[in-house]
């Protein structure tokens, strides 16, 4: 069926630097995608999304790049943070249909 | 704040005793979900219900059961918990205007325990 995942299962970067996490998906229709944030024992946390009518948007040290052509996207992390480390989800949703969640990638910021 | 609000936080049932948690909203959404999330996995759709309309499914098994008495409250009932059903559960909400597919947002989590 289809399905979403990632490249990284983990990722360790070092403080102050930039991370790039990937996802990849597989269905076509899909049209609307979300990155979330998740630390232990808590919930997943909204960070960004981006619908299929754009291919980049940025938030507050956070970037989404969308390409349509490939089927992937990716979340940058501008400067990371000992705070950023959390499992990172990425899910898509085709039009009117639930979101499908990817494996997720376990970032880990080095001191 | 507006939230997604989840009781109790953990969980601890028996084998084969029946378990409700609870989940209630203060954004209004019309649509709260149920997920189940087994440790290092993504989280998995149990059902939803789109107002008042129960969407299950296809590999939920019939021992998860939700109820939604109003807009703002939504229960996962487990029948007879198995040692598999062990996991952290999560109610989510999304504003779903015209079929046109919005952020969920996520509740903290109810973590079950089945000794």
């Known amino acids: 069926g289809e399905s979403v995942g990632l490249h990284l299962p983990t990722l360790s970067v070092q403080e102050g630097d930039n991370s790039i996490i990937n996802c990849a998906y597989s269905?076509?229709?899909?049209?609307?995608f979300i990155w979330y944030k998740q630390e232990s024992g808590k919930g997943p946390q909204f960070i960004i999304d981006i619908r299929s009518n754009m291919d980049k948007r940025q938030g507050q040290r956070v970037t989404v790049l969308l390409n349509k052509t490939v089927k992937h996207l990716s979340l940058q992390i501008a400067a990371t943070q000992p705070g950023d480390s959390a499992v990172y989800f990425c899910a898509e949703s085709p039009l009117g249909q639930n979101f499908v969640f990817g494996p997720g990638t376990r970032l880990s910021v080095l001191p | 704040d507006a939230m997604v609000i989840q009781n109790p936080r953990y969980q601890v049932t028996q084998f084969g005793k029946p378990v409700t948690l609870s989940c209630s909203q203060t954004?209004?959404?019309?649509?709260m979900y149920w997920y189940q999330q087994k440790s290092s996995q993504a989280p998995k759709l149990l059902f939803h219900?789109?107002?008042?309309?129960?969407?299950n499914e296809a590999d939920t098994p019939d021992n998860f059961q939700s109820r939604r008495p109003n807009t703002s409250f939504c229960f996962l009932d487990i029948r007879s918990p198995g040692l598999g059903d062990a996991a952290m559960y999560l109610c989510?909400?999304?504003?779903?205007?015209?079929?046109?597919?919005?952020?969920?947002?996520f509740g903290p989590g109810t973590r079950l325990l089945v000794l």
């Open positions: 269905n076509s229709a899909s049209d609307y």
């Open positions: 219900y789109y107002d008042k309309d129960f969407n």
């Open positions: 954004l209004n959404h019309n649509v």
């Open positions: 989510a909400t999304s504003r779903d205007p015209a079929g046109i597919q919005e952020t969920q947002y």
